[in-house]
C-alpha cells in the first residue's frame, strides 16, 4: 500500500521533512511518493505525516483514491457551505 500526491500538490515542501520514510521526492509538475518506500506511517504515527501537514486540500490520496485531507478538514467549513460563500461573494 502507498499514498500518493496528486496535481493540487504546490510543492511547499511541508510533506517532504516529515516523511519517516524518505518516500516523497520532487518531480514535475509536483512531488510524489515512492511507493517501494512509503508505509503510511503504519506503526510508527497515528496518521500519515505527509498529509497531517499538508496545506492543500484532497492533495494526498491514500491507495483507495481517497483524500486523506479531504475539503473542509483544513478549513472547518463544510464543502457546501463554501460553494454558497463562494456563490455569494462571486455574485457581487
Known sequence: ????IVESCVNC???????????????SP?????????????????DAQCASICPIEEAILDAANEPLNPLGSLTGIPPEKMAEAMTEIQGR
Open 30 to 46: 509536483h512531488f510524489m511518493i515512492n511507493p517501494k518506500k512509503c508505509t503510511e506511517c503504519e506503526g510508527e504515527f497515528a
Open 13 to 27: 515542501w511541508a510533506c517532504v521533512d516529515v516523511c519517516p520514510n524518505d518516500a516523497i521526492y520532487q518531480a
Open 1 to 4: 500500500m502507498s499514498l500518493s
